[in-house]
């Protein structure tokens, strides 16, 4: 019995250390996440270095060619003294803002153009975009909770094949959105602006927070100033009001144009006046041909590199007749003899004319107008605006176009020899600051698709690379559907702004909110338009952990939507099929937690805060 007992004391005693050290591991698991544990600085450097150069390291694995081949030709471009920045959106096809340029510029300069350096700014981005969750936690006293989700973010799968695999920049927009709520967030109004400036200068699909800039921008106005005039009619309060309002809107627009300025102008060159493609004319028959192929053409200009009459009749859209700087401008073919005619087609590029006068004439000198037209441009050509001239029949040797008037901003200037230098300087004002509008409206047009391969609400409908011209619904275009149904999305996330305005969970969900919206309901997204709402749910765990789960679903749609149009890109197949089993399975899943998130967002903007319930419980009493 004495030994029993003592076998008894001696596993009792070996028992113990190791409850107490299991109880020790539990405790220390629970300071971590409960913050007391503070972790010191430079094990936060270390972590830091081991997380980017392990991400480095996955920029060895092969990219999607096709963009990889653009961004290293881009860079290689920007970095040869024999070429201008100004030629650099003429001759190349670049459908982004000239903020990432600069970095492909240093990664052509220093690193010849090669694909793991194209690939480090993205990696960077990534990893800035993980420190950024760990500053916003930091803020709340949940900073280990947000290392933790930092780290995460930087290995997630999904955003590891856009910059590490694909090669693409999405993480840098997904980044500067995430500051730019960060700056609202710690009430640095304007400078969230300026950050909302640069990534509108990244990449059009920054818009996607738009509707959130402005309300939070605006909610930061003196309007409790301007409501206690109302009540006490003190001048001296509605002046203070007006100028801290003037002072406000004069600081950030000033703000917001040097920022522009500063990007852009290196690659600012004065837009073409008309960029003219073809010039087609038929005769009188059902069956004609171009009567205009490869004949001699004349034009208002001399014929210098950039604007050749011939290239409006080679039959060659990647060249056209580009007129010069004044409103009116004119070309004109020569068919060889006296022709019957009833119709000319015009392929313009995005530089159009609104109003022009189609021209006949036997000899070049006396000419009779056959048509005019005020609203030119109305149709869309993939390459450009399409306008298809009909007229009555008439007989004719030449055939001309007078163009007079250009769209809506640049009609609102007459430019010729007599203009005065104010119109001529307004107008290269307004031509220089419309210019990323101009780049941004014509490359986006480059898949007008209701959706380019990305896996959404579209896709579920059988839309994938169907125009999105086509009718939808109540003879409305899928374009314009997209707009009403994000407009929605915009609405809801606005009433939460409003009605939670000092929620910091409610500011962040509403940027999940609005770039997940997007992605699923507006048309020409691509697959990895989804990325900048992961880096918002993620976020949105410190303050809800069943934000994990659109956060681990929609990190798995966006990787099988970009990991099935990479193999398919890479077979030179760069585009889904539209009954893809695959794809419409992870369509409807995306689509299935937008719609969860829509009642999520009604719950979460009626649900009572803290304060609202303490209210209730003192009334009560």
């Known amino acids: 019995m004495a030994t029993a007992k003592s076998q008894n004391k001696e596993g009792s005693k070996e028992k113990k250390p190791q409850l107490e050290k299991k109880q020790n591991n539990n405790s220390v698991i629970k300071r971590f996440f409960s913050n007391e544990m503070k972790i010191p600085l430079l094990i936060l450097i270390v972590i830091l270095v081991i997380v980017t150069v392990v991400r480095m390291l996955f920029n060895y694995l092969p990219c999607y060619k096709i963009d990889m081949g653009g961004y290293r030709y881009w860079a290689g471009f920007l970095a040869d003294p024999m070429h201008s920045f100004k030629e650099f959106y003429r001759n190349t096809h670049c459908v982004y803002g000239p903020f990432y340029m600069y970095f492909l510029y240093i990664t052509g300069k ?23 969750i760990y500053f916003i936690s930091k803020k709340y006293k949940k900073q280990n909770i947000g290392l933790l989700l930092g ?30 709520v960060y700056l609202f967030n710690q009430k640095k109004t304007m400078w969230a602006v300026f950050a909302y400036a640069v990534a509108a200068l990244t990449k059009p699909q920054s818009i996607a927070i738009f509707p959130m800039v402005v309300v939070l921008y605006f909610k930061d106005f003196p309007w409790k100033k301007f409501a206690e005039f109302k009540l006490s009619r003190e ?20 703000g917001c144009m040097l920022i522009y300025f500063i990007l852009v102008f290196p690659f600012y060159k004065e837009t073409s006046f008309y960029f003219l493609k073809e ?11 171009n009567l205009a192929q490869k004949v001699d053409f004349k034009s208002s200009e001399d014929e210098s590199s950039s604007n050749i009459a011939g290239y409006a009749s080679d039959m060659d859209t990647n060249t056209a007749w580009s007129s010069g700087h004044s409103s009116k401008q004119w070309i004109y073919a020569d068919l060889g003899k006296e022709t019957d005619i009833n119709k000319v087609t015009l392929k313009w590029g995005w530089e159009y004319a609104k109003k022009y006068d189609i021209l006949v004439s036997d000899d070049s000198v006396k000419w009779k107008v056959v048509h005019s037209e005020a609203n030119g441009g109305s149709k869309e050509d993939y390459g450009g605006k399409l306008d298809e001239v009909n007229f009555e029949p008439v007989k004719a040797r030449y055939v001309k176009l007078e163009c007079k008037n250009r769209p809506f901003p640049y009609g609102l200037f007459d430019i010729n020899e007599n203009t005065s230098s104010i119109t001529k300087a307004a107008y290269k004002f307004t031509d ?7 780049q ?19 896709m579920v409908q059988n839309r994938q690379t169907s125009s999105d011209k086509e009718p939808f619904l109540l003879g409305l ?37 609005l770039t997940s919206g997007i992605f699923v309901f507006a048309t020409k997204m691509h697959e990895r338009y989804l990325l900048p709402a992961i880096v918002f749910a993620t976020i ?20 099988v939507n970009q990991w099935q149009v990479y193999l398919r890109g890479n077979e030179d197949r760069p585009w889904m099929e539209p009954n893809n089993k695959l794809a419409m399975f992870i369509a409807w899943v995306t689509l299935i937690v937008m719609l969860a998130s829509v009642v999520y967002t009604i719950w979460l903007t009626i649900k009572p805060s803290k304060n609202e319930n303490l209210k209730v419980k003192r009334v009560a009493r």
């Open 477 to 513: 275009n899928c374009l314009v559907w997209g707009y009403v149904l994000w407009g929605v999305v915009s609405l809801f996330a606005i009433a939460l702004l409003i009605k939670k305005k000092k929620s910091a969970m409610a500011l962040y969900y509403s940027g999940y909110f």
């Open 151 to 180: 780290i995460l973010y930087a290995f997630n799968p999904a955003m590891i094949f856009n910059s590490s695999v694909w090669g693409q920049f999405d993480s840098f927009t997904a980044t500067l959105l995430l500051a730019v």
């Open 440 to 458: 941004y409206s014509t490359s986006l047009n480059d898949y007008p698709y209701a959706t380019a391969n990305g896996y959404n609400f579209w």
């Open 540 to 559: 949105c765990i410190l303050w809800d952990k069943r934000m994990i789960i659109p956060s681990v679903i929609l990190s798995a749609c966006c990787l």
């Open 110 to 132: 220093l690193f010849n153009s090669t694909e793991f350096f194209v690939k480090f700014w993205s990696v960077l981005s990534d990893v800035a975009g993980g420190v950024l």
């Open 279 to 289: 010039m087609e004319v038929y005769g009188n028959t059902q069956t004609a041909s």
């Open 235 to 254: 001048r001296a309060l509605l002046k203070s009001a007006i100028l801290e309002t003037i002072k406000k809107l004069v600081l950030t627009t000033a």
């Open 432 to 438: 220089f600051y419309f210019w990323l509008v101009h």
